[in-house]
């Protein structure tokens, strides 16, 4: 059985509109996932070191995150620079923070933080000791990188305590280059 020419320009005309109709859906949860579930974010610099290093591409969980002690998170602050800033969450609203740079540990209420993932012993930064004994406000969180000696994070005057509003998302894994695949683990 043949289709009439105008038969089969009206089944191609509709097989084009469901074909675009598709591909406005697709394209639609893709744009809805990446604003309001998780985003892909690139490293910038040596900060997390050695968990993190720069041009590494991580996948952030964005939906009903609330940020946890020891979780790596993408935040902004805006009194620092306008680009994201990955870190880690040492302490949140109402624990305490004690830094002793002499013995290179953290104290979080009154506890010695095991951190197996800092790159280097800790010194006192070139800019000063900045915030180092201090109890987080409820609502912010105190963020520090993973390589200590070369971070600019919560310590750091134009940084400081980081309101919980400024948090975009939990840094889930590392995505790309492919060699430094894996999950990263949080508090």
Known sequence: ??????????????????NARTLAVVLSVIILFFTFVGRIIVVSGPSMENT???ADAMLVWSLGYKPRQGDVVVLTQ????EDSIVKRVIAVG??????????GLVYVDGAVLHEDYTKEPMRIPAYGEGLNH???????????????????????????????????????????PFSHFTFLRGG
């Open 1 to 18: 059985m043949d289709h009439s020419p105008e038969e089969a320009k009206t089944s191609r005309s509709s097989e084009l509109y469901q």
């Open 52 to 54: 993190l290093h720069n």
């Open 78 to 81: 805006r009194t620092f620079q």
């Open 94 to 103: 109402g624990q305490s923070v004690d830094i002793d740079y002499t013995s």
């Open 134 to 176: 201090l109890t987080v406000p409820e609502g912010c969180i105190f963020v520090m990188g993973d390589n200590r000696n070369h971070s600019a994070d919560s310590r750091y005057p134009d940084i400081g305590l980081v309101d919980e509003r400024c948090v975009i998302g939990k840094s889930i894994m590392v995505l790309f």
